[in-house]
């Protein structure tokens, strides 16, 4: 894992999703004030993508300032093929199509279990992050 310190940590990516499913989806705090639409739904599945594939990109690629855009997505899930992690790539995958038809498809619905399916993905993928099992 890297130990690169940096400003701002992804996992509070995964952290805003968790709080804004219990604040706003399971209706937990009387107080919140985030509106349960399309726009929170989609906002939060790209969250959960993103938690997951910026921890994964400073493990592998630590050091990276050169690759951005679409190709370091796709070189990290061909890196997680290549060390052996195809689960973990598949999720990964799996993670960034609904990414991406959250940001760019605006005829579909994401809805509350498009919500709840990706976060369980995130939320299995940080587990092994912070096991130490991606390496």
């Known amino acids: 894992m890297s130990s690169i310190k940096h400003l701002f940590d992804p996992i509070e ?15 937990r705090n009387k107080e919140c004030r985030v509106k349960n ?38 070189q990290l899930i061909v890196r997680l093929r290549s060390e052996g992690y195809n689960d973990v790539a598949d999720k990964l995958h799996k993670l960034r199509r609904m990414r991406n038809r959250a940001d760019y498809d605006l005829d579909i619905f994401i809805d509350r279990v498009h919500v709840d399916y990706v976060f369980k993905i995130a939320q299995e993928l940080h587990t092994k992050i912070d096991a130490g099992e991606i390496t």
């Open 37 to 74: 639409n399309q726009s929170l739904h989609r906002t939060l599945v790209s969250r959960a993508y993103f938690s997951v594939f910026l921890r994964l990109r400073e493990i592998f690629y630590p050091n990276l300032k050169d690759i951005l855009g679409p190709e370091i997505h796709h």
């Open 13 to 27: 990516f995964h952290d805003l999703v968790r709080d804004s499913i219990e604040c706003v989806l399971d209706r």
